[in-house]
């Protein structure tokens, strides 16, 4: 079910751009670039804000956000289809392989990364 939307949205993206004739922007190394900036963007929201307001952004802030994730997710989808990876494969495989370097029992309550503890 998810691999289909996802297929259904990388397909959707793809005839967006075809139809502007922007594939030939869309190489990797330019939607890399743009994921970089997009990421910036999202970031600025949050700039100088508390950790208290980073959690209880308005209605209007919640929805900049989320267009800003959006661009982010729209850009990585395309970048998964011109590199003919699988996305939600390459996420279950980091979550084992995360499991296995922040094991529970050893890093609980602790920001160290890996191999500090």
Request: charged residues 35%.
């Amino acid at each position: 079910m998810k691999d289909s939307l996802l297929n259904e949205l990388q397909q959707e993206l793809l005839a967006f751009a075809r139809e502007r004739d922007w594939e030939q922007f869309h190489s990797p190394k330019n939607l890399v670039m743009a994921l970089s900036v997009e990421a910036s963007e999202l970031l600025e929201h949050f700039q100088w804000m508390t950790e208290a307001q980073s959690e209880s952004l308005t209605d209007e802030k919640r929805q900049k956000v989320g267009h800003e994730m959006a661009d982010i997710f729209i850009y990585l989808l395309r970048l998964s289809e011109r590199l003919d990876i699988d996305v939600l494969q390459m996420v279950e495989e980091k979550i084992k392989l995360n499991h296995e370097k922040y094991p529970a029992d050893k890093v609980r309550g602790s920001s160290k990364k890996y191999n500090e503890y």
